[in-house]
């Protein structure tokens, strides 16, 4: 069974950071995640968290892109500081993943930069227990430019590090809009799959209110083994606590 986890950052917008919290305490989550907040914002809300019987699940922005080979040595510096802070703070997912495609620098050159700071974040990932995730973006709506895009280069960025400390975060909004087939993919990839956020098409609204069948693909996720955290990373129409409350119903009846 798969715990919910929510994003602060879109599925409460208007209060500040700590009354989200306190209204994703209101919901069916277990945990919250953020991004674009920095080591001190972090130790001032994952207490926050914590005293409302919250996890504090996801943490992203923390490094800088790993695709590019003339920043390796600084780029490995910031997964040790964020695994560091992660691990003082009990922040369970990191994402540390790719930025820009950069001009006049090859695929490989940046498959290489990924691999080889990778190798080495994941070390001290292990040591802390913490997992390393690489997000798949989608270049035609949300981050024109970016890296990262089909979900198979990020699984073959797992298998080439071959580490457990590494994982794909699947964001089923991102990959509906690059490639579609997205049951297929979580389902027969999961061992390289570490966490998983949903959103329906188009909009970047709450499973329902798009194209996707998530009544579907959620309970068959989790029927293929899947146990990591179905994060909620949208913008409801509907209300939060309805919102968070439709996803939950959808796992529950796996």
Same mark, same amino acid.
């Given at each position: 069974m798969a715990d919910i986890s929510v994003n602060l950052n879109m599925v409460f917008d208007e209060d500040t950071f700590e009354a989200r919290i306190e209204r994703a305490a209101e919901t069916d989550a277990t945990a919250v995640g953020t991004y674009g907040k920095g080591p001190e914002e972090l130790r001032?809300?994952?207490?926050? +968290? /914590?005293?409302?019987?919250? +996890?504090?699940?996801?943490?992203?922005?923390?490094?800088?892109? %790993?695709?590019?080979?003339? /920043?390796?040595? #600084?780029?490995? #510096?910031e %997964?040790?500081?964020?695994? +560091?802070? +992660?691990?003082?703070?009990? %922040?369970e997912l990191l994402n540390v993943s790719p930025g820009a495609d950069l001009q006049g620098v090859s695929d490989v050159k940046q498959f290489a930069a990924c691999t080889a700071v990778l190798r080495e974040g994941t070390r001290v990932a292990e040591e802390a227990g913490i997992t390393l995730l690489l997000e798949p973006l989608n270049t035609a709506v949300d981050h024109p430019g970016t890296w990262l895009v089909e979900s198979g280069r990020a699984f073959d960025l797992v298998t080439a590090v071959d580490h457990p400390n590494l994982g794909v975060l699947f964001d089923i909004y991102h990959q509906q809009i690059t490639e579609g087939n997205v049951t297929q993919l979580l389902t027969e990839n999961l061992d390289a799959i570490a966490h998983v956020h949903?959103?329906?098409?188009?909009? /970047?609204?709450?499973?329902?209110?798009?194209?996707?069948?998530y009544e579907r693909i959620l309970p068959e996720l989790l029927e293929a083994g899947y146990d990591g955290y179905i994060g909620c990373e949208f913008t409801p129409v509907g209300g939060p606590r309805a919102a968070v409350s439709n996803v939950a119903e959808m796992i529950e009846n796996d």
């Open positions: 001032d809300l994952v207490p926050v +968290a /914590r005293d409302h019987g919250l +996890a504090f699940g996801y943490a992203s922005s923390l490094v800088g892109p %790993i695709n590019d080979p003339d /920043r390796t040595e #600084q780029t490995v #510096q %997964i040790h500081d964020a695994v +560091a802070l +992660a691990d003082e703070l009990g %922040i949903v959103a329906d098409v188009p909009g /970047r609204h709450e499973p329902g209110t798009g194209e996707l069948a």
